[in-house]
């Protein structure tokens, strides 16, 4: 893993975010967005929810709703953020702006009393099984912040908070998820992948095989038999399946062995 300390990015991204709402008219906060039957307003009441949950959880230890009889988490998630979402629609706007306002300071304060390298509050299960470390957890929470904001900007015609600062920790954050997308596919210890992202917020990484599982680094690899090349819009899309996956990859320069790239290209950084 490349852990990322996203903290101080939290009160940049919500800055941006509340000025970009404060400029939206009411047939904007109506917009569509790519959230299937959300406006934004719902999206904007959604990011809400995420404040309220997180300090709620983490800083409250307050279990908050329960999971129905048999229900999944994907199910249960999908349920809880839509009846918030319904619940906010009584609410105006500038209601939203100030309770965001208000409480994001006491969430960053939330992530500054963390321990990154302690356990995640919340595991985050498109990295893989069992327990994550706390700054993957944050991070986690930053991209979907960055990524709903995208989505808000998206709607409304507005370009911005894609500066290489708030955009780059999304892309390394989001790749954590490449692992577990070639979970399934054994090679010999050393074999890797290289994935290169264009654009100012990108890089280079690679993915290499262990012996036993698929782990994401930095360092230089030897015995490179894939690699992917595709832009950094592109793939925050795709991990947050703002595209499908064959959008993807007719965006994407795929050389080497086709079942790793295949299976790269499948990389979900969202709970589903």
């Not at 047939?27 to 406006?39: D, H, L, R």
């Not at 994907?74 to 208000?102: G, K, W």
């Not at 600062?165 to 050393?190: I, K, S």
């Not at 950094?232 to 703002?242: E, I, K, V, Y």
Request: charged residues 20%; proline residues 6%; negative net charge.
């Amino acid at each position: 893993m490349i852990p990322v300390d996203t903290r101080p990015l939290f009160p940049q991204e919500r800055q941006a975010l509340l000025e970009l709402l404060a400029t939206l008219d009411t047939e904007q906060w109506a917009k569509p967005t790519v959230c299937p039957g959300w406006a934004v307003r719902d999206v904007t009441a959604h990011i809400l929810n995420d404040y309220v949950r997180r300090i709620s959880g983490n800083r409250d230890r307050y279990a908050g709703a329960a999971f129905t009889a048999g229900e999944s988490l994907p199910a249960y998630l999908t349920r809880v953020n839509e009846e918030f979402v319904q619940a906010m629609r009584q609410c105006s706007p500038q209601t939203m702006i100030d309770l965001l306002a208000h409480l994001g300071p006491q969430l960053d304060q939330v992530w500054a009393a963390t321990d990154l390298s302690g356990p995640a509050h919340l595991d985050v299960s498109w990295a893989g099984p069992g327990a994550s470390p706390a700054w993957l957890d944050i991070a986690r929470e930053y991209t979907e912040f960055w990524v709903h904001q995208q989505q808000i900007r998206d709607a409304v015609a507005r370009p911005g908070a894609d500066s290489v600062a708030l955009m780059h920790p999304v892309l390394v954050t989001f790749l954590h998820a490449l692992p577990y997308a070639l979970r399934d596919h054994a090679r010999p210890a050393g074999t890797a992948i290289t994935v290169e992202i264009t654009g100012p917020a990108g890089g280079r990484w690679n993915v290499v095989n262990n012996g036993a599982a698929w782990i994401l680094t930095a360092a230089p690899a030897d015995d490179m038999v894939a690699t992917l090349r595709t832009n950094q819009d592109t793939l925050w899309r795709l991990a947050s399946r703002g595209i499908t996956v064959d959008q993807a990859r007719h965006r994407t320069e795929l050389r080497g062995d086709r079942v790793l790239t295949d299976a790269a290209t499948t990389l979900l950084a969202v709970v589903a």
